[in-house]
C-alpha cells in the first residue's frame, strides 16, 4: 500500500470557557503532509497543536474547515472509520489484558479470522522488539516497553496515517532519546505518513521531516528543522527553535550587499534579505549562542563583557556574559582544550558576519 497525504484547509475549533468565554483553540489553519513524511506540530501549551491532531483523527470536529486523508474528505466520519493508528501520551493500554490482546484488540474489532490475528501480532511484536513478551502484562514493563505496545497496536491494523501525541513525554531522558530514533526508523521502514505533536524543540528536530510551529491556535511557521533555525520569521520562532540572544539594533548603512547594524557597541553587517531595513530603523538581530566567540580581553578588538555564570557540560560550556545592559548566552564548545573562562572574568566577544538572522522591528 503507497503512502497518501494529509491535507486540512481553513480549520477552526472554538471552545467554551467558564471564564474567558468562547476561546479559539484553532483559528484558519492549513496544512499539507506530504506522503511517507513526518511533519511535527510544534508549539508551547495552549497552542492548539493537540486539538489539530485530535481534528486529524476524528476525536474532535472542527467548527469550520475541511480534513483530507488522501483524496477522501473524512471532515464529517468518525475516528473509527478514518483508518488512523493513534499513539497516545499516556499509551491507554489496558491494564486487564495481556500484551498479544493489547495489540490484537483493533483487529478483534474488525472481526479478523484469528489465524490473520496470531500472525499479524506476532509480526508487528517482532518489528517493534518485543518477542515473546505476549504473556506479559502491561504492569510488568517497563515504560519504553509499553510505548513499544501502543505503537504495536496502532500500526497493526495497517493505517493509513499514524498520528503521536506526545508519545514519549512520560519517559527519561536518555531513553526519550532513544526511543524517538526508533520512532523514526520505524515511521521510514513502514512509509507510511505521520504527524507528530510536542513542546519539546530539540525532539522535533531530531525527528522530523517539516515542522510547522504553531502559536495562539495558527501556524506561524512551516519549514525544515535548519529552516526555522537559521531563519525565524519572527522573534517568537526564534526564541522557541533552540537557545538564542535578541539584539535591538539600528540600521546606520544600507546598501545592495547588506547593511550594517550598531549593536552592543559594534557594527555588524548581515543580509536583510526579505526584511527591506531602511537606515536609522531599529531592528532585532538574531545570535545563536554557538556563533559567538570568547576571546581574552586584551585579544584586541571586539565587544567587552564580563562572565556572570559558567555551566560545563561536557563537550560545551554556556556562558551568561554582560555586554552593557544586555546578558548574552555564549556556548563554547570542547572547553577542555579550548580553555575555561572563569565567573568574573573580563573577555572580548567577537560577532561573526555570517550566521545572523536580521528581524525587523514588529516581526513578533
Not at 507528530?196 to 524543540?201: E, L, M, P, R, S
Not at 544600507?254 to 547593511?259: K, L, N
Amino acid at each position: 500500500m503507497s503512502a497518501i497525504g494529509i491535507r486540512i484547509e481553513s480549520v477552526s475549533k472554538r471552545f467554551a470557557h467558564r471564564v474567558k468565554g468562547e476561546v479559539y483553540a484553532v483559528r484558519s489553519v492549513s496544512l499539507t503532509v506530504q506522503p511517507a513524511e513526518l511533519l511535527t506540530l510544534l508549539g508551547p501549551s495552549g497552542c492548539g497543536k493537540t486539538t489539530t491532531l485530535r481534528m486529524i483523527a476524528g476525536f474532535e470536529q472542527p467548527d469550520s474547515g475541511r480534513v483530507f486523508i488522501g483524496e477522501q474528505d473524512v471532515t464529517g466520519l468518525m475516528a473509527n472509520q478514518r483508518n488512523i493508528g493513534f499513539v497516545f501520551q499516556n499509551y491507554a493500554l489496558f491494564p486487564h489484558l495481556s500484551v498479544f490482546e493489547n495489540v490484537a484488540y483493533g483487529l478483534r474489532v474488525q472481526r479478523q479470522p484469528e489465524g490473520d490475528i496470531s500472525r499479524a501480532v506476532s509480526d508487528v511484536l517482532a518489528l517493534v522488539g518485543l518477542q515473546g513478551y505476549e504473556r506479559q502484562f502491561p504492569n510488568q514493563l517497563s515504560g519504553g516497553e509499553q510505548q513499544r505496545v501502543a505503537l504495536a497496536r496502532a500500526i497493526v491494523i495497517r493505517p493509513r496515517v499514524l498520528l503521536f501525541d506526545e508519545p514519549l513525554s512520560n519517559l527519561d531522558a536518555k531513553l526519550r532519546v532513544h526511543m524517538r530514533g526508533e520512532l523514526r526508523e520505524l515511521q521510514k521502514r513502514l512509509d507510511i505518513t505521520a504527524v507528530y505533536v510536542t513542546h519539546d524543540q530539540e525532539e522535533a528536530m531530531a525527528i522530523s521531516d517539516r515542522i510547522a510551529v504553531m502559536h495562539h491556535g495558527a501556524i506561524v511557521q512551516e519549514g525544515t528543522a535548519e529552516d526555522l533555525y537559521r531563519r525565524p520569521a519572527s522573534e517568537f520562532v526564534a526564541q522557541f527553535i533552540g537557545r538564542t540572544n535578541l539584539l535591538a539594533g539600528r540600521v546606520v548603512s544600507a546598501g545592495p550587499g547588506g547593511i550594517e547594524v550598531d549593536v552592543v557597541g559594534q557594527r555588524i553587517r548581515v543580509s536583510d534579505e526579505g526584511t527591506r531595513a531602511g537606515l536609522g530603523q531599529t531592528v532585532h538581530l538574531v545570535v545563536r549562542p554557538e556563533v559567538i566567540e570568547l576571546r581574552p580581553e586584551d585579544s584586541g578588538a571586539g565587544v567587552p563583557g564580563t562572565i556572570v555564570s559558567r555551566t560545563f557540560l561536557g563537550e560545551k560550556a554556556e556562558y551568561e556574559v554582560r555586554v552593557g545592559t544586555d546578558l548574552l548566552q555564549v556556548a563554547s564548545y570542547n572547553p577542555v582544550q579550548r580553555g575555561l573562562f572563569p565567573v568574573g572574568q573580563r573577555v572580548t566577544l567577537h560577532f561573526p558576519t555570517e550566521g545572523i538572522q536580521l528581524l525587523s522591528e514588529g516581526s513578533a
